[in-house]
């Protein structure tokens, strides 16, 4: 439990008249709880019943068999249902999931780094996680407790670390009619804490000497009447710490841009001058300023009955610091008791039964044992035989009876095989119920396909999916909340101690945190390097480049140097063989080129040889063409000159000479034979 020692808890004027009166402040209290604890009281005696179940509670058959001796007697519980919760919580367990802020623009991602990198750190060094499986579980078996966010000053005065804490359902006060769970309609909320005068003075270390004046009231005002450490012995001994939320409103300042539509509220820096806002507005006279009233939260913290603090919440955001964790929420029953339940809620009366049914079949039972014998007084010798084995009764019987025999063995009745069968249904009848099959529960003894009990895992969570959804919307309002609280109390040197680096620019802006993050569930790892490590291998496993070096760095091991050097050695033993093979490779490659070169010159030889032969056969060919037409022409130019001298012949000795010329042609020719 952290302290609330900084400046909003000093000496001095503590209580702010702001809404009301100090003096109408226990009277607002009164109020708020006459009017709730009916509805309140209805869930947290269903809720203790629930716990009772859970536990194994012999007591509570007290309860329902009234002061019936004979169950009295036999106070057994054979507790079925538990395990059913157990499942649940252990799936939970196992698929933790860590708060991390997306971006919802393309140009967030150092941001939503930074942001991530702190939420991370926050909720280690807080043990979040445990916490919130801790409320998860109790949430299961009786329908709704609270996560609790503030700060501890112990180990740093001046920022203070976020603590989370698990409210059990019957340690605080709530609006009956609240139906969000980010109690954006919620009136109020009472946690009641019992502490020792020691650590009500850690928790308020400004009012040590008015604390040392008190004493304790002990259970005096008879409220929250089932808190476990009403059952102390010593709770004279004890102060009731109170922290009294309650829903009002405050005026805020705007600034408005006409020209954008857009609106922010001005918020105040200790760092920034007092006339920070009229210089801001001189130097952009379009913006308008207006005074609103916006819904807030504030706090009243009452120890001993007497008034501490009234004024703004230990995180100074304008909303609730709780969240509930809910297993089934009906807003809209008109009986609060139904409104919300656990699993156990209705496991109850199905575990009664069967519970009921298991004693009577133990009672069939051990009549088995007390079966005895029925025997004449004088026909056995010894009648210490009977008892050799120690068990069943004798009934002696005089002589001359109507007995079949000597001794006659007294059987006790045999237990009905429907008997037993009714009891298997109502073991059934508890799994049904919850939603929770035999292969959510590793129980399934049917011989199936491994992918039919997948798919009936798969529908036995679909059962249960609405509860697993209401504790991943719990998470991401948890996670606005400690961003909230980051934004207005973290100093900028303890985010740079945490980052190891200046933050973004607008990582304490209002509006970024707005409009550039979204804050969802991812998977769980214990740090943030762990989540990094995770992100890293699976970027690996869908085949994108990322260097061994970048996921030894986010890797968490032993002699984590070592390996490193081992790694350097390794890749450069690996860049001298590859350069060595690939000065080879060039060597070869150099040889091959100067091969290719050469043969390329041969083959250029031998083609301006062919050329060469090619243009040598085509003058040959000039040259016959040309001695062709020489003699062509000669041959003209002869006939030509015949012709001429043909001319120059008479042509009387022309027809002489060529009259002749047919004579001795016919002369020469063969005669025919005669017939």
Same mark, same amino acid.
């Given at each position: 439990?952290?302290?609330?020692?900084?400046?909003?808890?000093?000496? %001095? #004027?503590?209580? $702010?008249?702001? =809404?009301?009166? !100090?003096?109408? @402040? +226990?009277?607002?209290? /009164?109020?708020?709880?006459?009017?709730?604890?009916?509805?309140?009281?209805?869930?947290?005696?269903?809720?203790?019943?629930?716990?009772?179940?859970?536990?194994?509670?012999?007591?509570?058959?007290?309860?329902?068999?009234?002061?019936?001796?004979?169950?009295?007697?036999?106070?057994?519980?054979?507790?079925?249902?538990?395990?059913?919760?157990?499942?649940?919580?252990?799936?939970?367990?196992?698929?933790?999931?860590?708060?991390?802020?997306?971006?919802?623009? %393309? #140009?967030?991602? $150092?941001?939503? =780094?930074?942001? !991530?990198?702190? @939420? +991370?750190?926050?909720? /280690?060094?807080?043990?979040?996680?445990?916490?919130?499986?801790?409320?998860?579980?109790?949430?299961?078996?009786?329908?709704a407790n609270l996560l609790h966010l503030y700060p501890d000053y112990t180990r740093d005065p001046v920022s203070g670390d976020l603590c989370t804490d698990r409210v059990f359902y019957n340690n605080y006060l709530i609006d009956p009619y609240t139906r969000k769970m980010g109690f954006e309609d919620c009136q109020f909320i009472w946690r009641r804490r019992w502490v020792?005068?020691?650590?009500?003075?850690a928790l308020l270390p400004g009012h040590a000497k008015q604390i040392q004046k008190m004493r304790p009231s002990g259970m005096k005002d008879g409220r929250f009447p089932l808190q476990a450490e009403l059952l102390n012995l010593d709770t004279n001994r004890l102060f009731a710490l109170d922290e009294f939320h309650y829903r009002t409103t405050r005026e805020a300042t705007?600034?408005?841009?006409?020209?954008?539509?857009?609106?922010?509220?001005?918020?105040?820096?200790?760092?920034?001058?007092?006339?920070?806002?009229?210089?801001?507005?001189?130097?952009?006279?379009?913006?308008?300023?207006?005074?609103?009233?916006?819904?807030?939260?504030?706090?009243?913290?009452?120890?001993?009955?007497?008034?501490?603090?009234?004024?703004?919440?230990?995180?100074?955001?304008?909303?609730?610091?709780?969240?509930?964790?809910?297993?089934?929420?009906?807003?809209?029953?008109?009986?609060?008791?139904?409104?919300?339940?656990?699993?156990?809620?209705?496991?109850?009366?199905?575990?009664?039964?069967?519970?009921?049914?298991?004693?009577?079949?133990?009672?069939?039972?051990?009549?088995?044992?007390?079966?005895?014998?029925?025997?004449?007084?004088?026909?056995?010798?010894?009648?210490?035989?009977?008892?050799?084995?120690?068990?069943?009764?004798?009934?002696?019987?005089?002589?001359?009876?109507?007995?079949?025999?000597?001794?006659?063995?007294?059987?006790?009745?045999?237990?009905?095989?429907?008997?037993?069968?009714?009891?298997?249904?109502?073991?059934?009848?508890?799994?049904?119920?919850?939603?929770?099959?035999?292969?959510?529960?590793?129980?399934?003894?049917?011989?199936?396909?491994?992918?039919?009990?997948?798919?009936?895992?798969?529908?036995?969570?679909?059962?249960?999916?609405?509860?697993?959804?209401?504790?991943?919307?719990?998470?991401?309002?948890?996670?606005?909340?400690?961003?909230?609280?980051?934004?207005?109390?973290?100093?900028?040197?303890?985010?740079?101690?945490?980052?190891?680096?200046?933050?973004?620019?607008?990582?304490?802006?209002?509006?970024?945190?707005?409009?550039?993050?979204?804050?969802?569930?991812?998977?769980?790892?214990?740090?943030?390097?762990?989540?990094?490590?995770?992100?890293?291998?699976?970027?690996?496993?869908?085949?994108?480049?990322?260097?061994?070096?970048?996921?030894?760095?986010?890797?968490?091991?032993?002699?984590?140097?070592?390996?490193?050097?081992?790694?350097?050695?390794?890749?450069?033993?690996?860049?001298?063989?590859?350069?060595?093979?690939?000065?080879?490779?060039?060597?070869?490659?150099?040889?091959?080129?100067?091969?290719?070169?050469?043969?390329?010159?041969?083959?250029?030889?031998?083609?301006?040889?062919?050329?060469?032969?090619?243009?040598?056969?085509?003058?040959?060919?000039?040259?016959?063409?040309?001695?062709?037409?020489?003699?062509?022409?000669?041959?003209?130019?002869?006939?030509?000159?015949?012709?001429?001298?043909?001319?120059?012949?008479?042509?009387?000795?022309?027809?002489?000479?060529?009259?002749?010329?047919?004579?001795?042609?016919?002369?020469?020719?063969?005669?025919?034979?005669?017939?």
């Amino acid at each position: 439990m952290g302290s609330y020692g900084n400046s909003f808890y000093g000496e %001095g #004027d503590y209580t $702010d008249p702001g =809404d009301y009166g !100090n003096t109408h @402040l +226990k009277a607002m209290q /009164d109020h708020y709880y006459q009017s709730s604890y009916p509805s309140n009281a209805a869930l947290w005696v269903q809720g203790s019943i629930d716990v009772r179940f859970h536990v194994g509670d012999q007591t509570l058959w007290s309860m329902i068999y009234c002061d019936n001796q004979y169950y009295q007697s036999r106070r057994f519980f054979f507790n079925l249902g538990k395990r059913h919760i157990d499942m649940i919580v252990g799936r939970q367990r196992q698929n933790r999931k860590s708060t991390v802020v997306v971006p919802t623009q %393309g #140009d967030s991602d $150092d941001f939503c =780094d930074d942001w !991530n990198k702190v @939420l +991370k750190w926050s909720e /280690d060094r807080d043990g979040f996680q445990e916490y919130f499986s801790e409320a998860f579980e109790g949430g299961v078996i009786t329908g709704a407790n609270l996560l609790h966010l503030y700060p501890d000053y112990t180990r740093d005065p001046v920022s203070g670390d976020l603590c989370t804490d698990r409210v059990f359902y019957n340690n605080y006060l709530i609006d009956p009619y609240t139906r969000k769970m980010g109690f954006e309609d919620c009136q109020f909320i009472w946690r009641r804490r019992w502490v020792y005068k020691s650590a009500a003075i850690a928790l308020l270390p400004g009012h040590a000497k008015q604390i040392q004046k008190m004493r304790p009231s002990g259970m005096k005002d008879g409220r929250f009447p089932l808190q476990a450490e009403l059952l102390n012995l010593d709770t004279n001994r004890l102060f009731a710490l109170d922290e009294f939320h309650y829903r009002t409103t405050r005026e805020a300042t705007m600034i408005i841009d006409p020209k954008t539509g857009e609106s922010s509220e001005w918020e105040e820096d200790e760092e920034d001058s007092p006339d920070m806002l009229k210089r801001v507005m001189q130097m952009q006279p379009w913006l308008m300023v207006k005074k609103i009233q916006v819904p807030t939260v504030k706090l009243v913290i009452t120890l001993g009955g007497h008034v501490f603090y009234h004024g703004k919440t230990q995180l100074g955001i304008d909303s609730y610091p709780f969240v509930p964790l809910y297993c089934y929420h009906f807003p809209d029953i008109q009986s609060y008791m139904w409104r919300l339940m656990g699993v156990w809620r209705n496991l109850r009366d199905a575990q009664f039964l069967y519970n009921m049914r298991r004693i009577i079949e133990l009672d069939i039972l051990q009549s088995q044992i007390n079966s005895g014998w029925l025997y004449q007084i004088d026909s056995i010798v010894d009648p210490k035989a009977f008892r050799q084995s120690g068990q069943g009764f004798l009934v002696p019987v005089k002589a001359g009876k109507n007995i079949n025999e000597a001794c006659q063995r007294i059987e006790a009745p045999s237990i009905p095989q429907s008997m037993i069968e009714l009891s298997r249904n109502l073991a059934e009848d508890i799994t049904k119920i919850s939603g929770v099959n035999e292969e959510l529960l590793g129980a399934a003894t049917d011989d199936k396909a491994g992918i039919l009990a997948m798919l009936r895992q798969g529908a036995g969570l679909t059962t249960l999916q609405s509860i697993f959804d209401r504790a991943d919307y719990s998470q991401r309002l948890y996670g606005k909340i400690r961003m909230e609280a980051i934004r207005k109390n973290f100093s900028k040197s303890k985010i740079t101690h945490i980052l190891g680096r200046e933050p973004h620019p607008q990582f304490f802006s209002a509006m970024a945190a707005k409009y550039n993050l979204a804050v969802e569930e991812g998977n769980y790892s214990t740090t943030q390097r762990q989540m990094e490590l995770q992100q890293l291998l699976h970027f690996k496993e869908l085949g994108m480049p990322i260097s061994n070096k970048s996921i030894m760095d986010a890797a968490f091991i032993t002699n984590k140097r070592k390996i490193l050097e081992d790694m350097q050695q390794a890749e450069q033993q690996q860049a001298q063989m590859q350069q060595a093979q690939m000065q080879s490779e060039n060597e070869k490659s150099r040889a091959d080129i100067m091969q290719k070169y050469a043969k390329t010159r041969s083959d250029l030889a031998k083609e301006k040889e062919l050329m060469a032969s090619a243009q040598e056969k085509t003058a040959k060919i000039v040259d016959i063409q040309a001695t062709a037409e020489h003699k062509k022409a000669q041959s003209d130019m002869d006939l030509v000159k015949m012709m001429i001298e043909l001319e120059d012949m008479d042509l009387a000795q022309l027809r002489s000479s060529f009259e002749l010329a047919e004579a001795i042609k016919q002369a020469n020719q063969p005669q025919p034979a005669s017939i």
